[in-house]
């Protein structure tokens, strides 16, 4: 069974909280105001946006004692003559200022661990002055407070990136135009397309009416959960695997898992080493470069196991026994079921986390984070 009024719980038990989001506002905020009012750095910045899981609407509610985390992008003028050491270092003395003891060199990003909030920093250059018009088009949407608002009152239809994004991702010139990272470990920069993610992400939860961003938070639950799968895929790349497995047209999450899971045994079930992904914008790069072997076949097993539960549940005849079934898959955050002895859904309970239905809630699936 589909199940639609529990997966809204669901949901609701596995995105993060308000005050989580407030958290990562806040952080966010403040690094990016800092880095535009800085007299040594202002001058090379084009613009900041926010990337990764969050502005895609796909993150998770942080586990036990782990923070929620940020991704801030910084587009910049370095000419990409300066080293990536070089160029990374210009940005320390901000750090030492304002983030004393509490950040760190990373490969690719400056990482900095607040007592609420992870942030890194993502120092990039922009080629060209049309991919400078573009980085701006989607900073003046993150500085006013649309974040927010997207945040809490986002569609169930799909991102809210702006129609002329869109459709600078449709035209191969800005497909053709990444970014650069600066990347110290491989001193080199590296092409990277976080906006065309972002509008990949978009254009895949339209396709799968509004879904999609819901089916890849619950399967990275799912991963999060499973004490069998302590290495990768996860993150992004898990993400990247879903989006090429989830089934356009799907109309519920449930359907959406199910089918997820077993295409990615139908397409993948078979290897031994994971598959070349190529990230979106970015042909050169595999996205499941860094997954082992031996991480990939443990995460194809365990996906074949969730493939039997998750369409065992969606073919369940009662409520009682797809909550049940659904619960094993996704655990305890799914509600339990208190159905009537004719099988009809009465209500919805989540043990042990004494959530209460709030009065005059959503009256339409929630799904973003």
């Known amino acids: 069974m589909e199940m639609k009024n ?10 993060p909280t308000s005050n989580q989001s ?3 506002r806040r952080g966010y905020r403040t690094l990016r105001n800092r880095l535009l009012a800085d007299a040594r750095l202002s001058p090379w910045i084009v613009g900041t946006f926010l990337q990764g899981s969050y502005r895609r609407s796909t993150a998770v509610r942080p586990k036990g004692d782990e923070r929620s985390d940020v991704d801030l992008v910084v587009v910049t003028r370095i000419p990409q003559s300066y080293s990536p050491t070089e160029a990374q270092a210009l940005f320390y003395p901000l750090m030492r200022a304002h983030y004393a003891d509490k950040w760190r060199r990373q490969g690719r990003s400056i ?50 990136l702006p129609a002329t994004i869109l459709a600078k991702a449709e035209q191969p010139q800005w497909k053709q135009e990444p970014l650069y990272i600066p990347n ?11 906006l065309a993610q972002i509008s990949w992400t978009q254009g895949k939860n339209a396709r799968t009416n509004g879904h999609y961003v819901n089916v890849v938070k619950a399967l990275k639950w799912w991963r999060r959960n499973n004490p069998n799968l302590a290495g990768h895929p996860k993150g992004y790349p898990l993400e990247h695997l879903i989006g090429q497995c989830c089934p356009d047209g799907i109309n ?21 080493s994971p598959p070349d992904l190529r990230d979106h914008g970015v042909s050169t790069h595999n996205v499941m470069g860094r997954v ?3 991480d990939w076949q443990a995460f194809i097993s365990e996906v074949r196991t969730a493939a039997e539960i998750a369409r065992r549940a969606l073919n369940a005849i009662t409520t009682q026994a797809s909550a ?3 619960r094993e898959l ?4 799914f509600p339990e079921s208190t159905s009537s002895s004719n099988g009809l859904l009465k209500g919805t309970t989540v043990s042990g986390l004494g959530f209460q239905p709030k009065p005059g809630g959503p009256t339409k699936p929630g799904g973003f984070a």
């Open 330 to 333: 996704l655990g305890n955050r």
């Open 6 to 15: 529990s997966f809204e719980t669901f949901m609701q038990e596995i995105r």
């Open 292 to 294: 082992s072997n031996a």
């Open 324 to 326: 049940d079934t659904w």
């Open 111 to 160: 990482g900095i661990s607040l007592s609420y909030v992870d942030l890194d920093l993502v120092i990039t250059s922009a080629p060209t002055t049309a991919m400078e018009a573009v980085v701006k088009s989607v900073s003046a949407l993150d500085n006013v407070d649309l974040w927010s608002e997207l945040n809490e009152t986002r569609s169930y239809s799909g991102l809210d």
């Open 252 to 272: 519920s999450i449930a359907a959406g898992i199910t089918l997820t899971l077993e295409t990615i045994i139908t397409q993948h079930g078979w290897r031994t």
């Open 22 to 24: 407030g958290d990562m």
């Open 184 to 194: 110290r470990d491989a001193e080199r920069w590296d092409p990277t397309h976080p």
